[in-house]
């Protein structure tokens, strides 16, 4: 049974930084992509981040780049996400997900090449 724990959300002023963590278990995870997306209310689920399954390969939505990092530790089973710059927009529940193709780092932007989804994790950024 896979499973993913997200951990790091909270509240922050604008301009302030969260680093998010995501612990996944039950699978191999370093044969499998990694994702996070975010969902504000009243809007659909958005990609924001996305990192293949060696590490190497790293995407991110046009919105977050040069504020967000992604990275992975294989041997501790873990994706982080650190913010920087937070602003208000950013606010919203934040999901870590694993890709359902192993050794596959494409179409990351898209849910649909997610299989597992972590229960997320809330983060408030404040004006």
């Known amino acids: 049974q896979v499973q993913l724990v997200e951990s790091g959300g909270g509240l922050v002023q604008a301009g302030g930084s969260l680093r998010l963590s995501c612990a996944a278990s039950?699978?191999?995870?370093?044969?499998?992509?990694m994702g996070w997306f975010r969902q504000a209310p009243g809007k659909e689920r958005e990609f924001v981040a996305a990192?293949?399954?060696?590490?190497?390969?790293?995407y991110y939505a046009d919105s977050m780049k040069g504020r967000f990092d992604i990275s992975r530790d294989n041997a501790k089973n873990t994706v982080y996400l650190q913010m920087n710059s937070l602003k208000p927009d950013d606010t919203g529940v934040y999901y870590c997900?694993?890709?359902?193709?192993?050794?596959?780092?494409?179409?990351?932007?898209?849910?649909?090449?997610?299989?597992?989804w972590g229960q997320g994790t809330q983060v408030t950024v404040s004006s």
């Open positions: 997900a694993v890709s359902n193709t192993a050794y596959s780092s494409t179409n990351l932007y898209s849910p649909r090449k997610y299989g597992y």
């Open positions: 039950g699978r191999t995870f370093s044969n499998y992509a």
């Open positions: 990192i293949g399954y060696s590490g190497r390969s790293t």
